[in-house]
């Protein structure tokens, strides 16, 4: 089976910088994907690391490491707009997604 | 846009009666899935499907069918719709590379009463 931890809630200021840990245990693994979901609103991709290393796309970055099963999500000069919640997810057989419970960000001004 | 509708967004029905969400997708892709979200939970995956008439089961299948007779269409049925089926449908779509991601579409949400 799959099962992913990820942190419930953070919180941080406008214009800092947050990470968010993700570690997985799985059975299969097809690379380590994160989704942001605002409330009402569908995944949305963010970003997607295949192998070890770090994924940089504009204010975000992903961190995998295959070794220790863990990955983190890095969002800097973060935005009023970024409060959402954040998904890790690693795919499996077929590219199903299995998903992390979510975390929670929100962003104080 | 991903291309992918599904329908209906809203809907509200009572226990036993049967349910079908519809997911539509213009991009041709083989992979299709769904997926329900409920609260304090990510998504967690009921079926999917790689290819016409090829369908498996996910990690939430029991009381969910699926159909899949077009590329663009991916169907989800509530055989006998209960008060624990009561949640977000999201439907996914993925094109094969693993250089792409999957697109989901904006939801159907379902209340079961």
């Known amino acids: 089976g799959q099962s992913l931890e990820q942190p419930s809630e953070v919180t941080a200021v406008e214009g800092a910088i947050v990470q968010i840990n993700c570690t997985y245990q799985?059975?299969?693994?097809?690379?380590l994907s994160w989704y942001q979901q605002h409330d009402g609103g569908a995944p949305t991709f963010l970003s997607y690391?295949?192998?070890?290393g770090l994924e940089e796309t504009g204010r975000f970055s992903s961190f995998l490491s295959r070794s220790d099963s863990y990955g983190y999500l890095l969002l800097q000069e973060l935005q009023m707009k970024d409060s959402a919640s954040y998904f890790c997810?690693?795919?499996?057989?077929?590219?199903?997604?299995?998903f992390g419970s979510g975390t929670r960000l929100q962003v104080q001004p | 846009d991903a291309g992918i509708t599904q329908s209906p967004r809203h809907k509200v029905t009572e226990t036993g009666t049967p349910v079908t969400l519809r997911c539509h997708q213009t991009?041709?892709?083989?992979?299709m899935y769904w997926y329900r979200q409920d609260p304090g939970h990510g998504l967690r995956l009921i079926h999917y499907?790689?290819?016409?008439?090829?369908?498996d089961k996910g990690e939430v299948s029991d009381g969910y069918s699926v159909s899949r007779s077009k590329t663009e269409d991916f169907l989800l049925t509530l055989e006998s719709a209960t008060s624990s089926q009561t949640s977000v449908y999201f439907c996914?779509?993925?094109?094969?590379?693993?250089?792409?991601?999957?697109?989901f579409g904006d939801g159907t949400r379902l209340s079961i009463l």
């Open positions: 997810a690693v795919g499996t057989g077929r590219r199903a997604l299995t």
């Open positions: 799985t059975s299969g693994f097809y690379g």
């Open positions: 690391n295949a192998l070890d």
């Open positions: 991009e041709n892709h083989r992979y």
């Open positions: 499907s790689y290819g016409v008439k090829d369908t």
């Open positions: 996914a779509i993925w094109a094969g590379r693993d250089d792409q991601p999957q697109h």
